[in-house]
């Protein structure tokens, strides 16, 4: 299966937004041949943890910590995913990733992208 690759991570300020991307890295197929896909993140000194998934139907489920804040979609025309984080805070800096959900204790997870958030 091709690897998921996460992108548009940088630094922004509590209280701003950050869009990140999600492609497939072999992008002849849809990205939804994987399966759902969802993101996923990991803080520093902490273990990775769901952020929420989209189907290819674009059904969403979030953390329930994040929702209303965070925003999955999916643009056909691109095959690409995207999760909008809004209303940013110090506590959800760390490395994001997308990977397909469920995910297998043998996937590859290459990566990700880095988000910091100041105070």
């Known amino acids: 299966q091709a690897q998921l690759v996460a992108s548009g991570g940088g630094l922004v300020q509590a209280g701003g937004s950050l869009r990140l991307s999600c492609a497939a890295s072999?992008?002849?197929?849809?990205?939804?041949?994987?399966?759902?896909i969802g993101w996923y993140r990991q803080a520093p000194g902490k273990q990775r943890e769901i952020v929420g998934y989209i189907t290819r139907a674009s059904a969403t489920n979030y953390a329930e910590s994040l929702k209303g804040r965070f925003t999955i979609s999916t643009d056909t025309a691109n095959n690409m995913v995207y999760l909008e984080m809004n209303n940013l805070v110090p506590d959800d800096t760390g490395v994001y990733y997308c990977n397909r959900w469920p995910t297998h204790r043998t996937d590859s997870w290459g990566r990700g992208t880095q988000v910091t958030v100041s105070s």
């Open positions: 072999g992008s002849s197929r849809n990205i939804f041949t994987i399966g759902i």
